[in-house]
């Protein structure tokens, strides 16, 4: 007898337990009807892929969440639908290497960062040249060079 109550009750548990973590996909919409975004909720938290929009339905972000977090590689863009960033994410914070464009989908700088702060190089562009590197530790500029040359030279960076 004992044994088949404890049987009922774990198949009862896992039932509870299927129900409560099953995922949607769950629309959301603007006043006008336009789709505002659309992606997983589990358990009450957006996860994996989703996708926002302007009013003017063009793609205003997309990427994955974890646990409500921005979550791996995103896009963002303007509201014309022009690319403006790109670039990884942990737990809710920019990590790793970022790039970011100009209105005409122009690269103008990438940057390394860690925790949200840049951490590391940020290399700057104009006209699909590299300009000017800078460098940062924990969000504050630590070095700068205006020449190229002497940022490759400084950095032992020959192949780059």
């Known amino acids: ?37 659309e992606g997983w909720i589990q358990n009450g938290q957006k996860t994996d892929y989703w996708k926002f929009y302007y009013k003017n339905g063009n793609t205003e972000k997309e990427g ?53 702060l840049k951490n590391g190089y940020c290399l700057c562009y104009k006209n699909k040249k590299m300009i000017k590197a800078e460098k940062y530790k924990d969000g504050q500029k630590i070095r700068e060079w205006t020449n190229v040359k002497s940022f490759k030279k400084d950095n032992n960076l020959f192949d780059f």
Do not use: C, P
Not at 18 to 37: C, M, P, R, T, V
């Open 64 to 116: 994955h969440f974890n646990n409500s977090n921005l979550d791996k590689y995103w896009y963002f863009y303007y509201e014309n639908g022009v690319k403006n960033s790109q670039g990884y994410f942990a737990n809710g914070k920019k990590n790793d290497w970022w790039i970011f464009y100009d209105s005409n989908e122009q690269i103008t700088h990438k940057s390394q960062f860690k925790n949200n």
């Open 1 to 37: 007898m004992r044994s088949i109550q404890y049987s009922i009750f774990s198949i009862i548990f896992f039932l509870a337990l299927n129900i409560h973590a099953q995922k949607e996909y769950q629309k959301n919409y603007f006043d006008n009807g336009n789709l505002q975004s």
